[in-house]
């Protein structure tokens, strides 16, 4: 998901510059660090939109065809088809723009959005053995339930998961099948490396499960709501031919104002739902504020899902109902913090994770060197001005506790937070569900996930923790008695 204003944690920008002045030979000026922005270049009048019809305004039924046509009457070029949710992609004016809304249509902002997430603070209340930057042990594979379905013998084996999102990168699991979106690559890639991460998260709870990439972001981890559309729209139309019976968006943007039900992505997810195919979405990271949550997220057909530290805690900074329309989101909370997965070679997730790990490694006296020469790094990172004054011991506790919570594992695995890796955790149960209970449709298996999900305390109300923290083994017996 993507960063909105107060999100507390480091965005890819300031993320990848930490990665620049520590690639430096020498550190940057201010003025060479600042973001390399046009200021007062002249903007481009024109604005990329989605255009759909307004069923509450428009009558009767409005083919992708009929839409093209009606839309071309008014002078405007078209650029694409979106035939999923019976709508059309173009540049405007606002004058058109305005003028298609007098009569009747919807139009939505098609720019290209940050749909990747930066890397959130971790829960200040982490308890740690060691060092108080030591990354703690994390049972997710126990605490979810999904342990106890290995037992059994439920491993994903024949289902089939659609990662919508940056790409794919990884020798481990060759993919079942592959679309980009973006560029067209004809060979999975992943430059973000946020992609490779969630697939992993989805192999480590279901093994067996096969694996689809679809990319729908650049490498900045940027897109635009029509590729997302498009993308959904792939798995729709190859749902059969590669058998997708889940698919994951760890994706997304902030409250819009923009009603769910007229929400371009919303409407392909729904599209998918009634094909069969289970929708799970991460929340968001955007918490603890009220109303942090957006598309699609925000859709009540999808299964969405927040972020936790363990059973009893829930992350700060996993998003929080209800949504703009009152609905009670989130649905179930899954670990979502220090989460071990894949780690896309030389992707910029990597670079930042093998950068954040170098400085945490360093001894007090490195770390005295290392800021000297590059003092840069001190805002870069979120420091306390006054570090410098410190004593090295008391320095090195102050940097190694703010540095983004990110950690190396292995040299080909990362560990981090977000909502966008407690997803995948839960479409892979999803897939173990459906193995053990074929039988069922998405609304079946989101109704067994809330039901048997475990309340993590009177401390936290429904739009922190909606119905409780997952319980994958509840859920299948839930299924199995409600045959």
Known sequence: MSNIDGVKGFSFNQLNKIVDIMNSSASKTKEEVVDSVALGSTRNPQMDVIIMPDVKVMKGNFSVENMASRVKEEGIALKDNLELINGVTAKVTPEEAEKLQKQGFL??????????????AATS??????????????????????????????????????????????PAKPLKAWADVVEKSPKPIDPNGHGTHVAGDVNKIAPDAELVGVRVMNSQGQGRPSDIVKGIEWVIKNKDRFGIDI????????PDGVPFYMDPINKAV????????????????SGPGAETIGSPADDPAALTIGAALNPTKVSDFSSRGPTEDNLEKPDIIAPGEFITSWAAPDSQLDNIGKTVQTIRDMTPDQLTTLFTNKPDLIKALGLPS???????????TVVKTNLPPMFKPTA??????GTSFASPEVAGLA?????????????????????TADSMGSQYKKVDQGSGFVDADEAVKYLKEHK
Request: aromatic share 4%; glycine share 10%.
């Open 431 to 451: 897939a173990l569900l459906k193995q053990a209970v074929p039988d069922k449709t998405p609304a079946d298996r989101k109704e067994a996930f809330m039901k």
């Open 270 to 285: 729904e599209q998918a739902i009634k094909f069969g195919i289970d929708v799970v979405v991460a929340a968001g990271n």
């Open 107 to 120: 139009v939505y902002d098609d720019s290209p959005k940050d749909l990747s997430p930066g890397i959130p």
């Open 412 to 417: 080909d695995t990362l560990a981090g937070p």
């Open 125 to 170: 209340s982490t308890t740690r053995a060691g060092n108080p930057w030591d990354m703690p042990e994390i049972k997710d594979i126990e605490w979810t339930g999904a342990k106890k379905l290995h037992d059994q013998g439920l491993t994903g084996k024949g289902r089939t998961v659609a990662v919508i999102d940056s790409g794919y990168n990884h």
């Open 386 to 396: 006054n570090v410098m004054s410190l004593s090295p011991k008391e320095r090195e």
């Open 247 to 254: 698919i994951n968006m760890s994706l997304g943007a902030g």
